[in-house]
């Protein structure tokens, strides 16, 4: 357990304290720490109320006997060691680094009131509490997506359904970091509670349902939920399975039952033992996508997209072993999205597809480059939880390459044993990013301290420049000279590099520890190309030509132009089609494309048209255009329409989209369907239906150059850019 103290004389080692805010205040008052909770809540969703009790067991020194519960609540009574005592419940605590621990905040607390109890807190070793109260946060309007991630509600009992999380302080909390939880619910017949642990009991009571669950781990906090489910059973290896679902979710809860035995099974194979007797996929009823210890809690939209099983559910199962297995110190930031994302999603698309990987790792870095400027990066250290695609693509996406580091330096095989043996060692502790690190120090892997102070104290990103490549005949071989050059303090990299020649292609790996380093590979073969990290293992910033044009950024570019062809005798449903994109009404809209291109060189745009384009749109996009690969069938379909990305001919740093529309073409489908797609360069639809999408090939970069072929002189500088 790492308190206040010890993360300062870390902090100061590694030379981050700047980094810990409050870190210079007086002493904290140190409240209870609870080793354990019982708790027994009956749930009364008619009127949005609960009746509840929690025993908890004290352990540690403790000179102010207090716990923060929901101020709204109303307290009963409080036992100490089984004797009744005074209490004063304090509904407007002071909320200051005084009170509070140096890794929560006053917004985490703002539903908190503060129980003062009075007795001596030396002696107490039971605190018992009795309390009532109503709970009927009304779920806020989802924002729930890949990019976007908001708390809907902390808390709310009511008839459809009840989500209770630790934030709405529904039980008494002390100033521990784990605690031991058990929870029986009792509620209406048919209302079916869920939360960690194994469930102990399951009975119906004077006509009321009592269900008990355990687990006997500790847990960074409690979620409960209870709904008038259809449950289903299973078992897997051992583990318990169980799906909760809505009435007439039955198909769903096959698919998920299924699909959860399958990835337990993979997961307990590939980190060791799953770390619970019971795993359950519970349908919600706003829109979440949460993992807790034992459970998954999928939104009712979430869970019937059809990629969720393969996608968002191992993802949430892996959280059993990363997050919720072994928890996260977030006081030197949060890694368990980053290797999350890594075991899962990044994975299962290496798995899936040849060179998924490498396609997962692009699409990390264009990320980072297109939703991570200056004034919006973190380090990883800052790092809790995603709420923008900023965050995301720091918070899951740098971590994952810095753990994708992590594998490159100790292999494959021992990374693995590393997460084995993180995932033994670190069970049902909170283990840190240095934790973590010294795990894999031992296997090999780099020293622990300057890796975190790389990788997770600094914000941004590595920006590699290839310079003076050039080629020497030496004795009948060829010399390949290079450097690389960094921008900022030096980065310690490990830079790979792919030679094409006429024989073959040559991986290599060159180290990189200084701001710029000068590199000579002899070859027996006369190279036709070099590649600096063409397969994007670092983690580093792209140039502008590394990231093919996408839907995303012509769709999020500010104030675009949007022409639609008027020379057609569909004029009418291309001017429709464009004033459908302006949905914010920021865009030029024009029947023509202004001539003048200083009008247009600011401006990603679009054409929506169809048929024969006018004169001026094929001259202006001759240079960039990009084909299709269509089949001859569709490709003649009156009813087919394309939507084409390419690099702006006035703007390198711009996009522009085509609407080429058939006949037929159902124009309105496609552009509502548009923001579905944002990361490809090109769809096709017949009607309504996507019949092919893709990303553009990069194939010119700051990084690549080729040799001619023809004109060679010894020593000279013969290297061509593509
Ligand atoms: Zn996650």
Redesign the pocket.
């Known amino acids: 357990m790492v308190e206040s103290k010890n993360i300062l004389r870390i902090w100061a080692a590694l030379g981050v304290l700047a980094l810990a805010p409050g870190i210079a205040a007086a002493p904290r008052e140190r409240g209870p720490r609870v080793e354990s909770h019982r708790i027994v809540i009956e749930l009364l969703p008619a009127v949005h109320g609960l009746r509840a009790s929690d025993e908890m067991t004290l352990s540690g020194k403790t000179n102010e006997l207090y716990f923060y519960l929901n101020k709204s609540f109303s307290v009963q009574s409080v036992h100490v060691n089984g004797r009744e005592v005074g209490f004063r419940f304090d509904t407007a605590p002071d909320l200051s680094s005084k009170t509070l621990r140096a890794d929560h905040t006053a917004a985490e607390f703002r539903r908190a009131g503060r129980l003062r109890v009075m007795a001596g807190p030396r002696r107490a070793r039971t605190v018992r509490v009795t309390y009532t109260g109503e709970l009927r946060e009304e779920p806020a309007v989802s924002q729930f997506s890949r990019e976007y991630i908001a708390d809907q509600t902390a808390g709310i009992i009511s008839e459809t359904g009840s989500f209770l999380a630790p934030d709405s302080f529904w039980y008494p909390r002390g100033d521990e970091e784990m605690s031991r939880f058990s929870v029986e619910t009792l509620g209406p017949a048919g209302y079916e509670s869920v939360s960690d642990g194994g469930r102990r009991l399951h009975e119906i009571r004077d006509g009321k349902l009592a269900v008990r669950w355990e687990n006997p781990h500790p847990a960074d906090g409690l979620y409960l939920q209870a709904a008038p489910y259809v449950v289903s059973e299973g078992e897997s290896g051992g583990i318990k399975v169980y799906t909760y679902f809505f009435p007439g979710g039955d198909e769903l809860a096959a698919l998920y039952m299924e699909k959860s035995k399958q990835y337990l099974a993979f997961y307990s194979d590939l980190l060791g033992p799953y770390p619970y007797e019971k795993f359950a996929v519970v349908e919600n009823f706003f829109e979440t996508g949460y993992?807790m210890p034992s459970w998954t809690l999928l939104g009712r939209t979430v869970v019937r997209l059809p990629f969720i099983p393969d996608t968002s559910l191992p993802?949430e199962i892996c959280?059993n072993w990363w997050?919720n297995g072994v928890f996260v110190d977030y006081a030197l930031g949060n890694w368990c999205?980053g290797l999350?994302?890594l075991c899962a999603d990044y994975l299962l698309q290496k798995r899936r597809a040849p060179g998924g990987d490498a396609d997962y790792r692009r699409q990390v870095l264009r990320d980072y480059a297109s939703y991570v400027r200056g004034n919006n990066d973190i380090p990883l250290a800052a790092f809790r939880e995603r709420d923008n695609p900023a965050s995301r693509a720091v918070g899951y996406g740098k971590s994952l390459m810095v753990f994708h580091d992590l594998e490159r330096r100790v292999g494959e095989k021992a990374f693995f044993s590393g997460l084995r043996l993180l995932a033994g060692q670190w069970k049902f502790r909170r283990a840190s990013w240095l934790d973590v690190l010294a795990v894999f120090e031992k296997l090999g892997g780099p020293q622990p301290a300057a890796f975190y102070r790389q990788w997770v104290a600094r914000s941004g990103a590595p920006l590699l420049r290839l310079e003076g490549a050039r080629l020497e005949e030496e004795a009948g071989r060829t010399a390949l000279n290079f450097a690389l050059r960094q921008e900022g303090a030096p980065y310690e990299l490990s830079v790979p590099l792919t030679i094409v020649t006429p024989g073959g292609t040559l991986e290599r790996t060159v180290p990189l520890a200084t701001a710029r380093g000068e590199f000579r590979i002899v070859l027996d073969q006369r190279p036709l190309r070099l590649e600096i990290d063409p397969q994007n293992h670092l983690f580093r910033r792209l140039f502008p030509e590394e990231i093919p044009p996408s839907i995303a950024k012509v769709l999020g570019a500010e104030r675009p132009l949007i022409v639609w062809q008027a020379d057609s005798a569909a004029a009418e449903r291309f001017r429709s089609a464009a004033e459908q994109l302006d949905k914010n009404r920021t865009a030029l809209v024009r029947s023509a494309v202004p001539g003048d291109s200083a009008e247009r060189r600011d401006r990603a745009f679009v054409l929506v048209g169809g048929g024969i384009f006018p004169g001026e749109w094929t001259s202006l996009l001759q240079p960039v255009w990009k084909r299709i690969p269509l089949a001859p069938g569709p490709a003649e379909d009156p009813a087919l329409c394309t939507v084409t990305t390419l690099v702006h001919p006035d703007n390198p740093d711009l996009a522009v989209l085509v609407l080429n529309a058939g006949a037929r073409a159902n124009l309105e489908a496609v552009v509502r369907k548009l923001p579905h797609y944002g990361k490809y360069s090109y769809l096709a639809f017949i009607g309504e239906t996507n019949i092919a999408k893709g990303i553009w090939d990069v194939t010119a970069s700051p990084l690549i150059v080729s040799f001619a072929t023809m004109k060679y002189e010894e020593g000279t500088d013969i290297r061509k850019k593509e």
């Open positions: 993992g993802h959280h997050g999205e999350t994302a």
